[in-house]
């Protein structure tokens, strides 16, 4: 895969910024060059694409609750969030960074380009479609995350209390948004020649990474719209989804601190050591020889590996921090890249459309390559074959086959294990008995910030902001 500078894209952006829209006439006192009144497309581009994924790759949605959701890492103090201590302060700033920095940002980006006279034929159309595919993605994680949601009138100065759409709705917006999109594709010819920093502009990668995400938004709704699911599903197949390692979509951190991945520079720049690996993904790994474990994990000081009981109290996770595994140190590491989708993921969502008759083949098959996939992204690919043989598949439990393993493929991808572990129930969590909640949350509760500034519509889907049990359309097992 080639490799784009993240640091020298949003370096050229913050430049643009401030000084691009200067006049030439530089004694032009009416102008002022830190309030620029126009910024390029493509550096609004780099900037929804950064923010989107470092926000699900971020402490505070990744490391600090879906991932402790999922109990692939617990809190070694402060274990507020593992107990699952959440209310409408807690993610305030995430809801703000989907709308304000990647939705709007996007959205601007969208109308330059189509007022833009001198982007034509299917440069533009292309453009526009990779814009597309990316909102899309940011509304797909917050529906996920909250439910209910602005779509249809967000980001709209018309709309200054948008109403909130159904997931449902919304649901069928994305799909219907993707489809629009991939359709309009030309992968003969040209996008962004700067300002993508997933593909570099590479119509053909995005073609397939559109096709992956409406593969899984549409299984994700299977079990409340099988119809549909099968629809969008069979046309996801249709478009050519990411079909091995080499075509993952990765966003690839910087070296610089700055730019560096969310969860190195809460480790080594800020100094926190907050996290552990849990009991249950160390005892997991073992039992079923998992070599992905040196990967996952470190060891302790004591030379083993040793998971934290997952939901403790503070001094009781404490008491335990100094003898526990903290995460492996190249999982931190500043240009360790967030997941956006691979071909793991794309295999284990065809071998269940075969379990749900979406598609014909062999599932068995599916979940092999799902798994080889997944072993090799890793460094393991030449121990798949004893992996697997160790580890086969079982039809007649297969929600619990592939729930398991995608489990343990979303390691380090907290949302999407999340979803999935919401969706399929597997693997199998205990709710600790120091939680403050009775259930696993299943939604994030809505930020104070809604509330306040935009109360009368979201007292239209909820009369509870802090709400963490209440499942979410999708998720009816």
Same mark, same amino acid.
């Given at each position: 895969?080639?490799?784009?500078?993240?640091?020298?894209?949003?370096?050229?952006?913050?430049?643009?910024?401030?000084?691009?829209?200067?006049?030439?006439?530089?004694?032009?006192?009416?102008?002022?060059?830190?309030?620029?009144?126009? *910024?390029?497309?493509?550096?609004?581009?780099?900037?929804?694409?950064?923010? =989107?994924?470092?926000?699900?790759?971020?402490?505070?949605?990744?490391?600090?609750?879906?991932?402790?959701?999922?109990?692939?890492?617990?809190?070694?103090?402060?274990?507020?969030?593992?107990?699952?201590?959440?209310?409408?302060?807690?993610?305030?700033?995430?809801?703000?960074?989907?709308?304000?920095?990647?939705?709007?940002?996007?959205?601007?980006?969208?109308?330059?380009?189509?007022?833009?006279?001198?982007?034509?034929?299917?440069?533009?159309?292309?453009? %526009?479609?990779? %814009?597309?595919?990316?909102?899309?993605?940011?509304?797909?994680? =917050?529906?996920?995350?909250?439910?209910? %949601?602005?779509?249809?009138?967000?980001?709209?100065?018309?709309?200054?209390?948008?109403?909130?759409?159904?997931?449902?709705?919304?649901?069928?917006?994305?799909?219907?948004?993707?489809?629009?999109?991939? !359709?309009?594709?030309?992968?003969?010819?040209?996008s962004f020649v700067g300002g993508?920093?997933?593909?570099?502009?590479?119509?053909?990668?995005?073609?397939? =990474?559109?096709?992956?995400?409406?593969?899984?938004?549409?299984?994700?709704? !299977?079990?409340?719209?099988?119809?549909?699911?099968?629809?969008?599903?069979?046309?996801?197949?249709?478009?050519?989804?990411?079909? !091995?390692?080499?075509?993952?979509? =990765?966003?690839?951190?910087?070296?610089?601190?700055?730019?560096?991945?969310?969860?190195?520079?809460?480790?080594? %720049?800020?100094?926190?050591?907050?996290?552990?690996?849990?009991? *249950?993904?160390?005892?997991?790994?073992?039992?079923?020889?998992?070599?992905?474990?040196?990967?996952?994990?470190?060891?302790?000081?004591?030379?083993?590996?040793?998971?934290?009981?997952?939901?403790?109290?503070?001094?009781?996770?404490?008491?335990?921090?100094?003898?526990?595994?903290?995460?492996?140190?190249?999982?931190?590491?500043?240009?360790?890249?967030?997941?956006?989708?691979?071909?793991?993921?794309?295999?284990?969502?065809?071998?269940?459309?075969?379990?749900?008759?979406?598609?014909?083949?062999?599932?068995?098959?599916?979940?092999?390559?799902? *798994?080889?996939?997944?072993?090799?992204?890793?460094?393991?690919?030449?121990?798949?074959?004893?992996?697997?043989?160790?580890?086969?598949?079982?039809?007649? @439990?297969?929600?619990?086959?592939?729930?398991?393993?995608?489990?343990?493929?979303?390691?380090?991808?907290?949302?999407?294990?999340?979803?999935?572990?919401?969706?399929?129930?597997?693997?199998?969590?205990?709710?600790?008995?120091?939680?403050?909640?009775?259930?696993?949350?299943?939604?994030l509760p809505y930020p104070i910030?809604?509330?306040?500034?935009?109360?009368?519509?979201?007292?239209?889907?909820?009369?509870?902001? @802090?709400?963490?049990?209440?499942?979410?359309?999708?998720?009816?097992?």
């Amino acid at each position: 895969m080639r490799k784009f500078s993240l640091y020298k894209a949003i370096s050229v952006f913050a430049v643009v910024f401030i000084f691009g829209c200067a006049s030439d006439d530089l004694l032009d006192i009416n102008i002022d060059p830190n309030n620029p009144t126009a *910024v390029p497309a493509a550096n609004l581009v780099t900037q929804g694409e950064y923010s =989107l994924y470092n926000t699900l790759h971020s402490r505070a949605y990744n490391a600090e609750m879906s991932m402790l959701m999922v109990q692939h890492w617990a809190q070694n103090e402060y274990a507020e969030e593992s107990r699952y201590n959440l209310n409408a302060n807690t993610f305030d700033g995430t809801w703000t960074s989907f709308y304000a920095s990647v939705i709007n940002e996007l959205a601007v980006a969208k109308r330059l380009i189509n007022e833009n006279p001198d982007i034509a034929g299917s440069t533009k159309t292309n453009q %526009i479609a990779i %814009i597309d595919i990316l909102i899309a993605d940011a509304y797909h994680s =917050l529906t996920d995350g909250w439910g209910a %949601i602005p779509y249809s009138q967000a980001i709209n100065p018309e709309f200054p209390n948008p109403q909130y759409d159904s997931q449902a709705d919304v649901y069928d917006g994305i799909l219907s948004s993707l489809d629009a999109a991939l !359709s309009s594709l030309d992968v003969s010819g040209i996008s962004f020649v700067g300002g993508d920093i997933i593909f570099g502009g590479d119509v053909a990668a995005w073609k397939r =990474l559109g096709a992956s995400i409406m593969m899984r938004a549409a299984m994700r709704i !299977s079990d409340v719209d099988a119809a549909t699911a099968s629809e969008y599903f069979n046309k996801g197949v249709s478009y050519g989804p990411i079909l !091995s390692n080499d075509q993952n979509a =990765l966003l690839v951190f910087d070296a610089d601190p700055n730019l560096a991945n969310p969860l190195y520079i809460d480790n080594a %720049i800020n100094n926190r050591d907050d996290f552990a690996v849990t009991d *249950v993904l160390i005892t997991t790994l073992q039992d079923k020889n998992d070599p992905r474990l040196e990967a996952y994990a470190g060891l302790t000081n004591s030379g083993e590996y040793k998971g934290m009981p997952y939901g403790l109290t503070d001094a009781e996770a404490f008491a335990l921090k100094s003898t526990t595994s903290r995460p492996a140190t190249d999982v931190r590491a500043a240009t360790a890249p967030h997941v956006i989708f691979d071909y793991a993921e794309v295999a284990f969502l065809m071998a269940e459309a075969v379990e749900r008759g979406i598609i014909t083949g062999d599932a068995a098959d599916w979940y092999a390559q799902g *798994v080889t996939a997944s072993l090799a992204y890793w460094g393991y690919a030449d121990q798949a074959a004893d992996y697997i043989a160790a580890n086969a598949y079982d039809a007649a @439990n297969w929600k619990q086959s592939i729930g398991e393993q995608k489990w343990l493929a979303f390691y380090m991808n907290g949302p999407q294990a999340w979803a999935e572990w919401r969706r399929l129930d597997y693997p199998q969590l205990s709710v600790p008995a120091a939680a403050v909640n009775s259930v696993i949350p299943v939604r994030l509760p809505y930020p104070i910030s809604e509330d306040t500034r935009n109360g009368s519509s979201l007292s239209e889907v909820t009369s509870n902001i @802090n709400d963490l049990n209440t499942k979410l359309w999708w998720d009816v097992n």
